[in-house]
């Protein structure tokens, strides 16, 4: 359907008393709401919302095709011909990023501007995460505390505090209000951030194979208990972390892993390490499916120096046969994994690209980096399409809201 015009609202008639009007929402609900004459149209989607105990995010009012504007007073507008105003949806995109400057941001990503600005007490920021509803975000980092926010308001709603190692990687369950937390010192934490906290609310998974080498990067399959979890001993492995319980190791690497992403469904993972190769292995049998190397002719040996092509972070379309891998090198380069080759590079940061996420449907990238900025490129074009700069520092993590 043809997207409404926004349009200037004329005084044409002025409720002096309160009226009932109907009101359709995105949910499909129908209702007849009584309205005051000093509401705008931001005040009757926060009452239509609580009515139906949802939250209407990026959404508008459209009366007979003209879009009302948030800040305009219901009492300039005609409803005496047609008294029905519909809730729609805009489409929008939303992006939260933290880094070690210890901000985490909320982004406008359309309109590239920051709508919310938090200062976390943690040294250095790592990972984030946010709910479908845009409600509630996860942070954690160097400062051993992990720390829920309520995103409406901007205040700290719990913490986790003093009771883990600095926190490199996470997963969440919002449904269910459980966190998943990789730490430095190899132990994995499975905090319940739904109870109150207290000694109850947490507890270690403190298998002997995990050693006491760092927990880089996990996926977990929630419905199963199972998760996968790589670091800094090389080695990937599959776990049940409810019966604390060793399934799978899959060795191959020659460096630490940095990332690793999972398609549950296909039981294959996808693994980036320093050694600047990438592998895909099954999770039922532990075969590797495939290796993929950026540069052949790089010189590998870790004890002289870094590799340059060494991968700090990892998306995956299985379905499609793709992949996004951000570098040392500050390249970031997408695969095709039928043809084990490098397709695009997206060039442009100035330093290692440190956390991707993807929107496949849309063929974005959004990329966080240690040159600071947050870049946003096309996958066909491998053009940046927009560039975001409100860090300080190192952006250690990027997570799209769609």
């Known amino acids: ?22 009101v359709s929402t995105l949910s499909g609900c129908t209702m007849r709401v009584a309205i005051d004459a000093c509401w705008t149209g931001e005040t009757l989607r926060q009452k239509c919302a609580a009515l139906t105990g949802a939250r209407f995010c990026s959404s508008v009012l459209v009366h007979e095709g003209i879009l009302l504007e948030d800040a305009v007073q219901l009492a300039k507008v005609d409803f005496s011909q047609c008294p029905h105003v519909q809730i729609v949806q805009v489409p929008t995109t939303r992006l939260l990023t933290v880094g070690e400057d210890r901000r985490f941001l909320l982004w406008d990503v359309d309109k590239g501007i920051v709508l919310k600005e938090i200062k976390a007490s943690s040294r250095c920021l790592n990972r984030s995460a946010v709910d479908p509803l845009l409600l509630r975000a996860l942070t954690a ?35 269910n209000d459980r966190v998943l937390l990789g730490c430095a010192d190899g132990r994995l934490l499975l905090w319940n951030f739904g109870t109150p906290v207290d000694e109850c609310s947490h507890r270690y998974i403190c298998l002997e194979a995990l050693g006491r080498c760092g927990v880089n990067a996990m996926s977990v399959d929630w419905s199963t208990s199972r998760v996968i979890v790589a670091g800094d001993d090389a080695v990937v492995k599959l776990l049940d972390f409810d019966r604390n319980e060793l399934l799978l190791s899959l060795p191959g690497h020659n460096d630490a892993i940095n990332a690793a992403v999972v398609d549950w469904e296909s039981q294959c993972v996808l693994s980036g390490s320093d050694d600047g190769i990438i592998h895909c292995c099954s999770i039922q049998d532990g075969q590797l499916l495939l290796e993929l190397i950026a540069d052949p002719n790089e010189f590998r040996d870790a004890h002289h120096g870094k590799v340059a092509t060494g991968v700090f972070s990892l998306q995956m379309q299985w379905a499609s046969g793709r992949a996004v891998s951000g570098h040392r090198d500050a390249i970031i380069r997408v695969w095709d994994l039928q043809l084990k080759l490098v397709v695009q590079e997206l060039r442009g940061h100035m330093a290692s690209v440190l956390s991707l996420d993807v929107d496949w449907i849309a063929g974005k990238v959004y990329s966080g980096s240690r040159d600071s900025s947050i870049r946003i490129w096309d996958l066909e074009s491998a053009v940046v399409v927009r560039v975001l700069r409100g860090h300080s520092s190192s952006v250690r993590s990027v997570v799209l809201w769609r």
């Open 1 to 22: 359907s043809a997207q409404p015009t926004c349009l200037q609202l004329s005084n044409s008639r002025h409720m002096d008393e309160a009226m009932d009007i109907e």
């Open 141 to 175: 980092g160097y400062g051993m505390d992990v720390c829920l926010w309520d995103l409406h308001g901007g205040a700290l709603h719990k913490q986790l505090s003093g009771c883990v190692e600095t926190v490199k990687c996470m997963e969440v369950d919002w449904e």
